[in-house]
């Protein structure tokens, strides 16, 4: 049953990307990927400054803007490869696409660091859950259905290291 709810939540992520890849402009994708980008970066530093009680670390910038610049690395070459093979739809869609699944672990890794900063908003908990499909075990639990594997406890192991 586990893995039954793991593949749903796995198609309904991949079509909600797929949709939006495929009907928003490639402008407003990198641009979202850019916003992401600045967010995630001023996030990650409060939580590490609050929680990890960590200063200044320019390490951990070096490498987030060497990721981000390798995401426009691959968009650019995913890009500039399709329109060689005179695949015109593609060579906008397949970026996008892309674009759209950074932009989503972005979110993503931005409310689990927002979580950690203010672990008693319900707010913040309840979109890192609806963002990570996590809904779907909140429901089960309500009727009483506890899927193995997937306990507070080890979800919250998760989310320190």
């Given at each position: ?8 939540s ?10 939006v ?11 979202t ?19 990890n ?27 500039v ?6 695949e015109d ?9 892309f674009?759209?699944i ?6 993503v ?10 672990p ?33 406890e ?8």
């Amino acid at each position: 049953m586990e893995n039954t709810i793991n593949r749903i939540s796995d198609i309904v992520k991949i079509g909600w990307i797929i949709l939006v890849s495929v009907f928003a402009p490639i402008g407003a994708s990198i641009y979202t990927m850019s916003v992401f980008f600045v967010i995630n970066f001023f996030v990650g530093f409060q939580t590490d400054r609050i929680v990890n009680n960590a200063g200044f670390n320019l390490d951990k910038i070096k490498n987030g803007s060497m990721l981000f610049m390798l995401y426009f690395a691959i968009l650019f070459i995913i890009n500039v490869s399709m329109d060689l093979y005179g695949e015109d739809r593609l060579a906008l869609t397949i970026p996008k696409f892309f674009t759209w699944i950074a932009c989503y672990w972005y979110l993503v890794n931005i409310f689990r660091n927002a979580k950690l900063v203010f672990p008693e908003s319900e707010g913040l908990i309840f979109m890192y859950n609806v963002l990570t499909i996590q809904v779907l075990d909140m429901i089960f639990a309500r009727f009483g259905i506890k899927l193995k594997g997937n306990t507070d406890e080890e979800s919250e192991e998760e989310d320190h290291k």
